[in-house]
């Protein structure tokens, strides 16, 4: 069961600033420096595995940048040197901690993942391979953040070493692919870029909200949120790989189109249809050329119908397969996706990030009558045998906004 400890844990990663000791022309945070590693990693295994010929433990690498994600939020910002230093030195005491901050909800979770997370921490030779991909993914988001700050205040005392140290780090990771590729800064980095870019789009943009949450950041979660899910549900290999990516990239056209309000698609009939066919347009044409060819054919796959349930059977695609149909296909061969269950996480997503405002004291109409919205459609829903139910209830409506939802209010 995904318990409301671990979805807060998730939503604090939004308010832990990043570089606030530096001149920020924006803000940085956590969450969305975790999402753009996440999306890092994956090129960079997909290259070793398509041009190094080297094998990736996709579900290892997947939990590792969970497992990373969560150590970031009990620890706080910790300047990098001192991180570093303290984990030399203390870093057995410091993973207790951690593990002990998350015992109880990783207990709760389906699967191995509790003992992986342990295993994770304290044995250096378990995804050793998987943990030097995240370790470049991590360098090169950091860095990526770095060539904005140091852009804006290069003469600040002291940041020329970070930069320094920044780049003889990625420098010890040159012999992956993906490094010496995005060294080009052609069209791998264009792409990675492009996702980078996310973080700047806000969500709920048309509102006031605490604590703020872009694009980038919400796919991480909803990344997270579908892998917990597979994790319930049992899934098979392939089908907890296939949705946690396509939760990761389901608003990567947003990148081309910002974040259109579900309002405002929704107030003219056809113009959600019209939004969707200019985002595969531009998408084909802006965004396509500069994937790897290993992996375009795996990112359509991805963000092409994200919220329908689909498999693949001799080499075609299946959509809008029944819920209750897909535990007959949960093998690998099949490529599964559970498109519902990744709606029903990007909405309870939604709902969360409206909810946690409210309660920081943050409301607008706007905020009101998206929860009343999200909750009549999905708050008593269940997929892929997941009680999401269950999981709204955990951000319920405040006595106020539930008064308003009893009296049929928030059309």
Known sequence: MITKGLLDKIYEAASIQRWNDHVRPVEFTELDKQAHKMILAYVFAKLEESEGHAQVDWIRLIEGGIFEFFPRVILTDIKAPVFHKLMSRKGREINDHVLKNMEEDLSELGGDFGRNFKQYLFDPNYAR??????KAAHYLATNWEFQIIYNTA????????????IENQIEDHYDLIGVQKLALRKKSFGFIDLCAQLRFQQRWAHSPRVPKTSVLGHMLIVAMMSYFCSMEMGACPKRAYNNFFSGLFHDLPEVLTRDIVSPVKSMVEGLEAIIKDYEKMQFEERILPLLPSSIREEIVYFIQDEFSNRILEAGDIRKDIPGERMKDYNRDDFSPVDGEVI???????????????IRHGISSQHLRDGMVKIYREYGDQESGGIDFAALFQYYRLPDGLAAEFMAGGGE
């Not at 391979?129 to 995240?134: P, S, Y």
């Not at 290069?154 to 140290?165: A, M, V």
């Not at 709606?343 to 405002?357: G, H, N, P, Q, T």
């Open 129 to 134: 391979f998987e943990k030097r991909i995240l």
């Open 154 to 165: 290069p003469f600040i005392y002291g940041i020329d070493k970070t930069k320094e140290e």
């Open 343 to 357: 709606r029903a996480c990007d909405k309870l997503a939604a709902f969360i990030e409206a909810s946690l405002s």
